[in-house]
């Protein structure tokens, strides 16, 4: 399996994560003449990342890429046999992508000072914090958001919260999680696949950051 990523991506590192649990074999390639690239279309024709490639069989979008993943090795499962969890589970995962990260990359165009606007990184942290506690309160850590191992649920998630803390640090501001997300953060990213799978996301955004 080849998997098309960048080691900056957030939905690279997502998708990296449920590999990683899976323990899959995987070739990561980042494109080498970037992802909009004529070349890049001729074998991912979204022109997206992140992608896996199985001989002449290509997949993209994070969130298929994950769920293919779990029908074609359901073993560790990273999805609950109840119907309703596995529902639940979904949720969250559609939650992360449309109503937490798009607030979360508003704030990339902030983090050089000449092109800060106080009152938008304000504004954008108000509406991070509504969408993290919208999600505390949903969350049944078990230690993992919803379930007693890692699911779906919990990839984007263990990207996107603490790159939002990253970068409203970079902006100034603090973020403000709540007690039940950052124990959960905390027991989540130290396991093992999880600390492997966002390594390279970890190092790529601290040099960003840093840059």
């Known amino acids: 399996m080849i998997f098309h990523a960048s080691a900056l991506s957030s939905y690279s590192a997502k998708v990296r994560v449920v590999l990683c649990v899976k323990g899959l074999d995987f070739e990561e390639r980042a494109p080498a003449q970037g992802y909009r690239?004529?070349?890049?279309?001729?074998?991912?024709?979204?022109?997206?990342?992140?992608?896996?490639q199985i001989g002449d069989w290509v997949l993209s979008e994070s969130e298929v890429i994950n769920?293919?993943?779990?029908?074609?090795?359901?073993?560790?499962?990273?999805?609950?046999?109840?119907?309703?969890?596995?529902?639940?589970?979904?949720?969250?995962?559609?939650?992360?992508?449309?109503?937490?990260?798009?607030?979360?990359?508003?704030?990339?165009?902030?983090?050089?000072?000449?092109?800060?606007n106080p009152e938008t990184v304000l504004a954008l942290r108000t509406d991070i914090e509504a969408r993290l506690g919208q999600l505390a309160g949903w969350a049944q850590p078990q230690p993992f958001l919803l379930t007693p191992s890692i699911s779906l649920a919990d990839c984007g998630f263990l990207v996107t919260v603490p790159l939002a803390a990253a970068v409203l640090?970079?902006?100034?501001?603090?973020?403000?999680l709540p007690t039940v997300l950052a124990h959960w953060l905390s027991v989540a990213s130290a396991h093992p696949p999880v600390d492997r799978a966002l390594a390279p996301w970890r190092a790529a955004t601290q040099a960003w950051l840093s840059s």
């Open 37 to 52: 690239s004529p070349e890049y279309r001729a074998v991912v024709p979204m022109g997206t990342l992140p992608a896996i």
């Open 67 to 116: 769920e293919y993943l779990e029908e074609r090795y359901p073993a560790p499962a990273m999805l609950p046999q109840d119907p309703e969890q596995r529902a639940r589970v979904r949720f969250l995962c559609r939650f992360h992508d449309l109503h937490l990260e798009p607030k979360v990359r508003a704030l990339f165009g902030q983090v050089k000072p000449a092109h800060r």
């Open 169 to 176: 640090a970079a902006c100034g501001q603090s973020l403000m």
